[in-house]
């Protein structure tokens, strides 16, 4: 029996709050009075040598070298870029980071001095900017610490280099808009940002739930490029190609007690006509109740084999050779199979990125699922609510079985980013969504750190 709290989440939000109308402005005002803190010894000492020094300069200094010693910040096209910087600088509290660290005061007064047009003065802005910003977003660009399971650590968050970092912001085809967007950062980042700094929430508890939500955009790719974000607290999956959800679908995730985890992998292959290998806690909880009761005749029923073990290549074994009593006592275990068909709980396809969680995206015969607010019936795997379609997607093409044989392995070209997180705070438009805490991580964190939860980067 679901709970009625869970029963809210699903297709839509639990609630929807909306007030983003003065999230620039309170960005901009962030930048016209400059912080009151006092610059630590350490930073006072060393000046911008030693944040140059701290984020590697070379690579700033090769930045402007390859340009000429053209500056980008002071640029005439990029008007206002500067502000919006020193915007983000002056409130990097809101990310969990000390804006000590980045030298606001230094660099509004260097800004200042270069307004005067003396060159010397322009070069010593620039430059100073260049290795703020470096060093902001390299911090946000960390890991965070959120037990996200990286199967493929390429996919695991990690700084850029300052050129990569400079290179991109010279490229944006406005820096002030990519400065104020956090280009380097996933599009959710920004959204989820501005919503703090500009108070748009309407009590308490949601501000906790943004900052929650915006540690963990902080794991979500930037930039373009083509990938898949699970979203399991909205039990929603998203297609992604160059910043933008290309198509969208609902899923069936798994129950409270058998909670979708939240990782990163490559989706490497697609399997068609696949078994269903059933999960030991699974077989014990869903098949062998009905063998006990109808015997093994059910197995014959719905398609299921009894194997020797869980190697590649393991034997079919009579069901009735089984001690299914011993079995439902846990003093035996048997590896149970389904065959391919019509009522294979993965349906026609599954799509594969080899992980030890035993977690993957499938197809599924129970579509009258895909209807429910709350869809919470799973193991943990993903239920999809249109495989076919993923797949077209994924491979720029229809899947179709070649004959009647299982697992026909079908490899992707170019494996495709998967990324299931965790978002009960989600960017809509120019509002924010909340949904149900269905798994408990908002509470768990909470009652871990307190009413005042420290990001990731702290």
Known sequence: MISKRITRAGTCPARVFSRFGGATAAIMLAVAPLPAFAASPAIAAGGAAQLSNSIGGAGVSDFYRARGDRPLWLAPQSAGAAQAMLGLLNSASVDG????????????????????????????????????????????????????????????????????????????????????????????????????????????????????????????????????VVNAAAQRLFMYENGEVVD?????????????????????????NPYWNVPTDLALERIVPNVLKGGTSYLRAHGYQVLSDWSDHPRVVDPGSVDWKAVAAGSTQVRLRQLPGSGNAMGRMKFMFPNQEGIYLHDTPEKELLTEAARLFSGGCIRLEDAPRLGRWLFGKPLRPQGASAEQTVPLPVPVPLYVTYLTAVPSGSSIAYFDDIYGRDAARLAQFGRNPPLASR
């Open 97 to 228: 980071l000390n804006p000590e660290r980045y030298q606001v005061r230094r660099i509004a007064g260097a800004l200042r001095a270069a307004q005067r047009g003396d060159a010397r003065a322009v070069n010593r802005a620039e430059r100073m900017l260049s290795e703020a910003f470096v060093a902001y977003a390299r911090d946000l660009r960390r890991a965070p610490n959120l037990g996200i399971v990286y199967v493929d650590h390429e996919l695991r968050p990690a700084p850029p280099s300052a050129r990569t970092l400079l290179d991109g912001a010279a490229a944006a085809p406005s820096l002030r808009a990519y400065v104020e967007d956090m280009g380097w950062m996933n599009p959710s980042y920004g959204q989820l940002r501005r919503a703090l700094l500009a108070r748009s929430y309407a009590e308490e508890a949601q501000r906790r739930t943004l900052t929650l939500n915006l540690e963990r955009a902080r794991a979500l790719p930037a930039g373009s490029g083509r990938y898949v």
């Open 248 to 272: 969208n679908m609902r899923v069936v995730v798994g129950k409270p007690r058998h909670a979708t985890p939240m990782m990163t992998a490559l989706i490497r292959y697609a399997a068609l």
